[in-house]
Structures are given as structure tokens and as C-alpha cells.
């Protein structure tokens, strides 16, 4: 869809680096930079900051958005689905929806990338609830994971 009007609209949003929301976890953070509701759904942008040798997601697919990640410095491991590549800063991974693929940091040095989804899925809100989870302290079973996974648009491969 394009914007139709011969006449620009004031609709640029600008959010100072302080005031970004998110989630800051004992191994990593997530900023959540623009999410979809920023951005009239058309795309969402989360930064994560990952520990040394703080792990990451299992494999697993997403079917209503596709995924590209960032690396904006140490080194980030992707999985495309048929192997494993160490990626540094200024690497980059496209992930189309259903793609399988999984990251982690499992270097003795911190990470950071930059996360874009598109369309603007609210992913915030599966950020946020997973962290719930883990400072609570609750072990959820495997058909609660299967289903919160579901809920937010995350099938685990394999």
C-alpha cells in the first residue's frame, strides 16, 4: 500500500534512547526500539543484548512474520536450518516466514543485534510474559509452553 496524497502528513515519531521500553533479564536484555504499534504495524525493531555464553532460543519457525537479525557487535550464532554460522558485527540473517532458525551467544564475550520482524506482530508481549515466567519462578509443562509458543506465533523444530 502507498500513500496516495500529493501533500506529506506530520507523523514521524521520535523516541529518545532513554525512554525505550523493555525487558532486562539476567542474561540478556530487550529493548523494545519500535514495535509494531509504533510503527502502524508495518514492522517492529527490538535490540537484545546478550551476556557472555548466555544461550539463546531452541529452532523454531514463525508463520505471520519474517525475521532479520543485525549484529551490531561480539558475535552471535545463527542456525538457518541446516547449520550453525558464528556472525559478527555488521553480519546479517534473513529469516522469511516459516524459516527455520535459533541464535544464541555462546562466546566469552557480550553480544548485541538488532532484531526486525515484519509485519509489527506484538512480540513485545512474548517477550514480556517469558520473562514473567522466569523471575516467578514457575515451571511451566510442555503443553504450556506449546501453547503460550502458539499464542504469540512461535513453533519449536525438532
Same mark, same amino acid.
Given at each position: 500500500?502507498?500513500?496516495?496524497?500529493?501533500?506529506?502528513?506530520?507523523?514521524?515519531?521520535?523516541?529518545?534512547?532513554?525512554? +525505550? &521500553?523493555?525487558?532486562?533479564?539476567?542474561?540478556?536484555?530487550?529493548?523494545?526500539?519500535? #514495535?509494531? @504499534? !509504533?510503527?502502524?504495524?508495518?514492522?517492529?525493531?527490538?535490540?537484545r543484548d546478550m551476556k557472555?555464553?548466555?544461550?539463546?532460543?531452541?529452532?523454531?519457525?514463525?508463520?505471520?512474520?519474517?525475521?532479520?537479525?543485525?549484529?551490531?557487535?561480539?558475535?552471535?550464532?545463527?542456525?538457518?536450518?541446516?547449520?550453525?554460522?558464528?556472525?559478527?558485527?555488521?553480519?546479517?540473517?534473513? +529469516? &522469511?516466514?516459516?524459516?527455520?532458525?535459533?541464535?544464541?551467544?555462546?562466546?566469552?564475550? #557480550?553480544? @548485541? !543485534?538488532?532484531?526486525?520482524?515484519?509485519?509489527?506482530?506484538?512480540?513485545?508481549?512474548?517477550?514480556?510474559?517469558?520473562?514473567?515466567?522466569?523471575?516467578?519462578?514457575?515451571?511451566?509443562?510442555?503443553?504450556?509452553?506449546?501453547?503460550?509458543?502458539?499464542?504469540?506465533?512461535?513453533?519449536?523444530?525438532?
Amino acid at each position: 500500500m502507498s500513500y496516495e496524497s500529493r501533500v506529506g502528513e506530520i507523523s514521524a515519531i521520535y523516541q529518545a534512547a532513554a525512554a +525505550v &521500553p523493555g525487558i532486562r533479564g539476567p542474561n540478556s536484555s530487550m529493548l523494545f526500539v519500535a #514495535p509494531g @504499534s !509504533m510503527t502502524r504495524r508495518q514492522f517492529g525493531m527490538f535490540r537484545r543484548d546478550m551476556k557472555a555464553r548466555s544461550g539463546g532460543p531452541d529452532a523454531h519457525i514463525h508463520r505471520t512474520f519474517s525475521e532479520s537479525f543485525y549484529v551490531l557487535r561480539g558475535t552471535v550464532r545463527f542456525y538457518d536450518g541446516t547449520g550453525w554460522v558464528d556472525a559478527t558485527a555488521g553480519d546479517f540473517l534473513y +529469516v &522469511p516466514k516459516g524459516g527455520i532458525h535459533a541464535f544464541r551467544n555462546d562466546s566469552d564475550k #557480550p553480544a @548485541s !543485534m538488532l532484531i526486525l520482524f515484519a509485519p509489527g506482530a506484538p512480540r513485545e508481549r512474548y517477550f514480556m510474559e517469558v520473562d514473567e515466567i522466569a523471575r516467578s519462578g514457575k515451571q511451566l509443562s510442555d503443553a504450556e509452553w506449546n501453547e503460550l509458543w502458539a499464542r504469540h506465533d512461535q513453533y519449536m523444530v525438532g
